[in-house]
């Protein structure tokens, strides 16, 4: 969870010049702890919407391999957990959150 109370998929934006694997594996180590041990090379979702702001954005949605499940808090996150898609209603979550979990329960 951030700091404004909603929950947020792990990632961000890309360090010039990261691929999107090296910046998906560096973002989950900021922001959960865990280390990415495998990424699937094309995403599994493609999110694409406007964000709190108005902004457009896009979200890629990758499925990766963990060394373990021990998450840990950083400065970017209040709180982490797993939620199943089906618990999406109980929970403050971003738009693109919502959508992951309705696609999935799908």
């Given at each position: 969870m951030e700091d404004n109370g909603y929950w947020e998929l792990?990632?961000?934006?890309?360090?010039?010049?990261?691929?999107?694997?090296?910046?998906?594996r560096r973002e989950i180590k900021e922001e959960t702890g865990l280390t990415t041990i495998d990424i699937a090379k094309q995403p599994s979702y493609v999110l694409i919407g406007n964000n709190m702001?108005?902004?457009r954005s896009i979200n890629l949605v990758y499925e990766v391999k963990l060394k373990d499940l021990n998450?840990?808090?950083?400065?970017?996150?209040?709180?982490?957990?797993?939620?199943?898609?089906e618990e999406?209603?109980?929970?403050?979550?971003?738009?693109?959150?919502?959508?992951?979990?309705?696609?999935?329960?799908?």
């Open positions: 792990p990632g961000g934006g890309l360090d010039f010049p990261e691929t999107p694997e090296e910046g998906l702001k108005g902004i998450l840990t808090s950083s400065d970017e996150c209040v709180k982490l957990k797993f939620i199943a898609p999406i209603d109980t929970i403050n979550a971003f738009r693109n959150v919502k959508e992951l979990a309705t696609l999935m329960s799908k």
